[in-house]
Structures are given as structure tokens and as C-alpha cells.
């Protein structure tokens, strides 16, 4: 008699394994695979993370032709990233503002007894009437500085409601470089001018390559591609010399120009940094 029962239970299927779903981007969803939707597009300049994140919560935004909705969607770093045309139109009405920043101003925040240089941008300060569009209050929501001009210097100062702008100019990759006037007293060899180009550090990290040269007896003149705290007065002390005049005239393709103190203009359409 065969022992082998003929009602013994089936043995289970062994279920397949199946394959990990996928968020709308292309990357698994719960794994750490890929990266941030916002930094990507920061990255290639299409807006800065903060205004990324709001475009994406509004559907503005398409990756590989596909709707995101969801902040914090991680892509693959070479996705096609494309933005919809109500999101272009928004960037452009965004104004840049051109400041001649006087002394006694601060760039940003403001500091006890002094007031911050947003405060100059005013209808009665416009430089461009008639020639730009005309100073509405609008233009000073979300605005703000793309740099800093410590409150003793003096020079061109942007501000700015466009995220791509702000970024281009003091991203951490930023390639646009700033020129400055700078009146000093002291005497400076030619070894400290080598110095001053390239050999100085503050704060324990060496400082870029910088462009130094005398821009006549009593100034030299600085370019330079990153923006540390006082930067070009630390720099000239290392060397022993004294900054009594400091006026940035230069951003990257913008210059200051005949631009008075106190006074600004917009960004034209056919400048760019």
C-alpha cells in the first residue's frame, strides 16, 4: 500500500518577487536613489530651490514629460526638466534692481542706527523714469540682495526677486566676478602685491586667485570671484595697508556707470551678468 497520502495539502507557490514600484521621476520610491527635483533645477539655473518648490506644488513643473506634484521627489540627476509656460511668464515679470549704494547703508539685515539699502528703492530715487517701466510696490516683494557691500563701502549693489539671478551671482559655483576701486594708504612692495593676488588666507582657508593692480597712484584696483566678510579690507591689512575708499563699479558684464548715489535702475533686457 502506497504510504503517500493523496490528500496531503499542496504545497505553497513560492510568490515572485515584484518589481519595485516607481514615483513619476524614475527613481524607486522610499529609496534614497537619485536627487532632490529643486536642486536639480537650482542647479541648472532655471530657478533657485525655494521658488522650485513652489512651482512644483503648483504642477508647473515636468520631468521626462511627466507632472510633478510632490516636494522632495528625488530624479535621476540627467532627467529632462521642463517648466510650464504660466511659470515662465511669472519669472519674467520678477525685476532686478541696480543700486548705487551710498555709505552708511546696510546690503541686508539691518543693524542698530542703520538702515537697510532696500529702503533707497523708491519711485522719487528711479535713475530709468521713462526709459523702464515705472516703480510699482509690488517690486519690492521678495526682494533682496544678490551680495553683500559692507556699510563703508560705497558702489553697485543688486537686488533682486529672481531666484536664477541670486544664484548666478553667489551661488557656491558662481563664475561672475566683481571689480572694485580701493583707496588705500600705506605702502605696499611688490611682494604684497604678489600677495594680494594670490598667496593670502582668513579664517584659516586660502582665498581664490584675485586680480590686483594699481589703478592709479592712490588705488588699486581688485577683482575678485567669491565675496568673504570684509574681504578686500582683511586682505589689505595682511599687507599693511589701510582701505580708506571702497567702491565696487563692476559685476560681472554690469557696470555702475553714471549711476548717482542713492539712485537706482532696473536690469535691461539686454544685460546680463
Known amino acids: 500500500m502506497d504510504r503517500r497520502s493523496t490528500d496531503r495539502p499542496a504545497r505553497a507557490a513560492t510568490p515572485r518577487p515584484q518589481p ?5 521621476a524614475g527613481t524607486a520610491e522610499g529609496a534614497p536613489e537619485g536627487v532632490r527635483l529643486s536642486k536639480v533645477m537650482a542647479e541648472r539655473g532655471l530657478c533657485s530651490r ?11 513643473v515636468f520631468v521626462d514629460g511627466r507632472r510633478i506634484t510632490e516636494l522632495g521627489t528625488r530624479i535621476d540627476p540627467g532627467a529632462n526638466i521642463t517648466v510650464a509656460p504660466e511659470a515662465r511668464r511669472q519669472q519674467a515679470q520678477r525685476v532686478t534692481i541696480l543700486l548705487h549704494k551710498p555709505v552708511g547703508y546696510v546690503s541686508g539685515q539691518p543693524e542698530p542706527g542703520y538702515e537697510p539699502a532696500v529702503v533707497l528703492i523708491k519711485a522719487e530715487n528711479q535713475f530709468d523714469v521713462g526709459e523702464a517701466q515705472n516703480f510699482h510696490y509690488s517690486h519690492l516683494k521678495g526682494l533682496a540682495p544678490a551680495g553683500r557691500l559692507d556699510i563703508d563701502s560705497t558702489g553697485l549693489l543688486v537686488l533682486t526677486q529672481d531666484g ?7 551661488g557656491d559655483d558662481s563664475k561672475v566676478d566683481k571689480e572694485y576701486l580701493v583707496r588705500v594708504e600705506g605702502e605696499l612692495s611688490a611682494e604684497g602685491l604678489a600677495l ?8 584659516g582657508r586660502r582665498l581664490r586667485p584675485a586680480q590686483v593692480e594699481w589703478a592709479n597712484p592712490d588705488q588699486l584696483r581688485f577683482v575678485l570671484r567669491e565675496g568673504r566678510k570684509r574681504q578686500i579690507r582683511r586682505m589689505c591689512e595682511l599687507v599693511g595697508l589701510k582701505v580708506v575708499g571702497l567702491k565696487r563699479v563692476r559685476i560681472g558684464k554690469v557696470r555702475l556707470g553714471d549711476l548717482p548715489a ?4 532696473y536690469l535691461r533686457e539686454d544685460e546680463h551678468f
Open 164 to 170: 536664477r539671478i541670486a544664484r548666478q551671482l553667489i
Open 20 to 24: 519595485t514600484p516607481r514615483s513619476p
Open 196 to 203: 594680494l593676488n594670490h598667496g593670502l588666507e582668513l579664517d
Open 50 to 60: 525655494r521658488e522650485a518648490d513652489g512651482l512644483i506644488e503648483r504642477g508647473w
Open 262 to 265: 542713492g539712485q537706482w535702475r
